[in-house]
């Protein structure tokens, strides 16, 4: 996971500052010794003895360095855990009140911010570490916990909510779903489409398969597009990226509904989740919820919740009382009763 990269320069520069000092204090040295060896002086000086004093005064500077180095770094997490808690806030705001600006607005955020000011997104890489229990540092991440953290518990809580609007990535497609021209759209058939939704799955458990077999962990270069928000690939990558952004013209969220392996992982979590969409009675017939979902994750009354990343629109339609048939023939019944 690429995250706050310039968080450990501080404490760099606090180590370099007491190297300088170290050498100063050894050169210092050297030239009073060099001093009290020039015998064919006539008269030659006395050597400068650094005293306990000077010592302390250079001590002092180090420590002041140092704890400035430091109050810079804390600085600089605070700001950091500040700005990540303020889009991870908005975005539970949109999700709660089931706005399509507010929605929009998070999905921005999310690119913006997320992905080209922190390059910072779940990553199979995070998949690596915990299975080798190679995590950052809590000092020195804390804003990778967090981000993590809240990506675990808001699944558990209400299932992919973090594909669905906080992922930079999954944020820049579904924006390009909303600019793209309808008639470009291909929209695979039923039967191929949940086919295509285990090919994630496959790619998760091929990663994990490979770095177990002592595979370089550099191979989610080539399995995920995150990488594109540092601007920083090679050919082959940039080509890789090319065709999915150009496949995902004409089949909207391709990567994320077939491809993501982190979209696989939370997939197989969200199977726990607790606040799951409702669904009426007349959801037994009724298509119209199924055809407006982009993702697939409707299968007749049944709600697909490894797939499902709470967009809002199915919930949008349930809460319309002119469309959707729950409440026109509630209304019915209400205007039968009352005759």
Not at 151 to 177: E, K, N
Not at 281 to 307: F, M, N, R, Y
Request: aromatic fraction near 10%.
């Amino acid at each position: 996971m690429i995250l706050f990269r310039d968080a450990r320069a501080p404490r760099l520069t606090a180590l370099h500052r007491r190297l300088a000092a170290s050498g100063l204090l050894l050169l210092l040295g050297a030239v009073g010794c060099g001093a009290s060896a020039s015998a064919m002086q006539p008269e030659p000086p006395e050597p400068r003895t650094l005293t306990l004093d000077d010592l302390a005064r250079l001590d002092a500077l180090l420590e002041e360095d140092s704890e400035e180095a430091t109050a810079g770094f804390d600085r600089r997490a605070v700001v950091d855990v500040a700005a990540l808690g303020l889009v991870l806030a908005f975005a539970l705001v949109s999700f709660a009140k089931k706005s399509d600006r507010l929605k929009v607005v998070s999905l921005v955020l999310s690119v913006a911010y997320l992905g080209f000011v922190k390059a910072s997104l779940v990553s199979v890489v995070d998949i690596f570490g915990a299975m080798r229990w190679s995590l950052p540092a809590f000092v020195d991440g804390q804003a990778y916990y967090l981000l993590v953290g809240f990506t675990l518990v808001s699944t558990v809580l209400w299932g992919r909510l973090y594909c669905g609007r906080i992922c930079a990535f999954g944020a820049l497609t579904q924006l390009m779903d909303r600019v793209v021209p309808a008639r470009y759209r291909v929209e695979p058939p039923a039967w191929l489409d949940r086919r295509l939704m285990y090919v994630k799955y496959v790619v998760l458990g091929a990663a994990v398969l490979y770095v177990l077999a002592g595979g370089d962990t550099l191979v989610y270069r080539y399995i995920e597009p995150f990488w594109m928000f540092t601007l920083n690939g090679n050919a082959v990558m940039w080509t890789l990226l090319a065709v999915l952004l150009l496949a995902t013209v004409f089949v909207r969220n391709l990567y994320c509904r077939y491809l993501c392996a982190v979209g696989a992982g939370l997939g197989l979590l969200s199977n726990l989740t607790v606040f799951r969409i409702k669904r009426w009675g007349e959801c037994q017939t009724c298509k119209l919820c199924e055809k407006t979902c982009e993702w697939g994750a409707i299968d007749g009354p049944k709600i697909l919740v490894s797939e499902c990343v709470r967009c809002d629109d199915c919930e949008r339609l349930y809460a319309d009382e002119d469309t959707c048939p729950h409440w026109l023939i509630e209304k019915r019944a209400a205007a039968h009763a009352g005759r």
